[in-house]
């Protein structure tokens, strides 16, 4: 994983963001809670993004487990497979989190709309890419390659679908 330090830049505070990037899987997970492995994460925790393993399927999530209860956004279930590229996003619009939406290859897949408005600041904590502190002890730990991440304080994906980026951001 990649450990980016603390920033300013992080704080992408309760209005609009999207966070994303393109994924490859070598592997994908097949044991359930506590073995997500996550694109981005806070060291505090306070927010990630993540894939997790359902029953027998697949789904992006973006949650706060530092909420208690634990509150996540999820999207619908989703076909990954292995050694394929796949852009993941993230976007909100507003300060609430019934305005997030969840896309995988341009397509909306939100499942889920969870009530608050949650100020996602990690500019005093670490930002972590492709796993967490605590990755290689949890399964937290992206078995992959992770390219073309960007994190915006501006929902750049708001309706149900977009054409995917192909020049670099």
Not at 3 to 8: F, L, P, Q, V, Y
Not at 25 to 44: A, K, Q, Y
Not at 55 to 76: I, K, Q, V
Request: glycine share 12%; net charge negative.
């Amino acid at each position: 994983y990649l450990a980016c330090g603390t920033s300013d830049d992080w704080d992408i505070g309760d209005g609009d963001f999207t966070m994303e990037c393109w994924i490859k899987f070598n592997t994908l997970p097949t044991t359930g809670l506590g073995s997500e492995p996550r694109f981005m994460t806070s060291s505090n925790d306070s927010w990630f993004f993540r894939i997790a393993y359902v029953g027998s399927n697949h789904r992006l999530e973006f949650g706060t487990p530092t909420t208690d209860p634990f509150t996540a956004f999820y999207g619908t279930v989703t076909s990954f497979s292995t050694n394929q590229w796949y852009h993941v996003a993230v976007s909100r619009t507003g300060s609430g989190d019934t305005n997030l939406k969840l896309f995988v290859d341009g397509v909306d897949q939100s499942a889920s709309e969870q009530a608050g408005s949650w100020d996602y600041d990690i500019s005093t904590s670490n930002l972590f890419i492709g796993g967490d502190a605590s990755a290689a002890s949890t399964g937290r730990l992206l078995d992959g390659y992770i390219d073309g991440v960007r994190i915006s304080r501006t929902a750049r994906y708001t309706s149900g679908g977009f054409t995917l980026p192909t020049t670099a951001f």
